[in-house]
Structures are given as C-alpha cells and as structure tokens.
C-alpha cells in the first residue's frame, strides 16, 4: 500500500471516531467529501487538523474562539466553509 492511500485510511478513522458525535458527523461529511481531491500536503494538512481535540475544533469552527495557533491553510479553510445538512 502507498503512503497516501495509507495516510488516507488514518483521516477516514479519525474523521469519523472523535468523541464528540457533532464532530464525527462535521469532519466524516467533510472528509468523504474531499479526501480524493487532495494532495499529498493536503492530506497532511488535513491530518495536522484531526490531530487537534475535539472542543478546540468545534470551538474555532463556531468561531467562538480565534485561535491563532490553529492551522490556517487551504484545507482549514475550505473546513471553515464547510456546511452539511
């Protein structure tokens, strides 16, 4: 298996099994969505984001707190943006 389909496999376990069922719901749609667009340093910037725990995540995506040491990138971003139903 190459790295990035490995890689990918470790976003799609992450995104969906966080703790937080809101946050299982907002990055599984959100990465089952994307995953295929990105690139290697996409995925990595992605994974650098689920990393992060759960209420720092859903606190800086309710922009209830403007974390300046959260990722700001394209990935992030395009997260920011991000709406489900």
């Known amino acids: 298996m190459n ?7 470790k976003i799609i376990y992450r ?4 703790g937080i069922k809101e946050m299982d719901l907002l990055l599984g ?7 295929d667009t990105f690139d ?9 984001i689920l990393e992060i725990d759960d209420d720092t995540i859903l606190k800086w995506y309710s922009n209830l707190n403007h974390d300046k ?3 700001n990138n394209k990935i992030s971003k395009l997260l920011k943006e991000f709406k489900f139903k």
Not at 3 to 9: D, F, Q, R, V, Y
Not at 29 to 35: E, G, R
């Open 3 to 9: 790295k990035i389909n490995s890689l990918k496999k």
């Open 15 to 18: 995104s969906e099994y966080r």
């Open 29 to 35: 749609k959100f990465v089952k969505k994307y995953i």
């Open 40 to 48: 290697y340093n996409e995925l990595l910037n992605l994974y650098e």
């Open 69 to 71: 040491s959260f990722p």
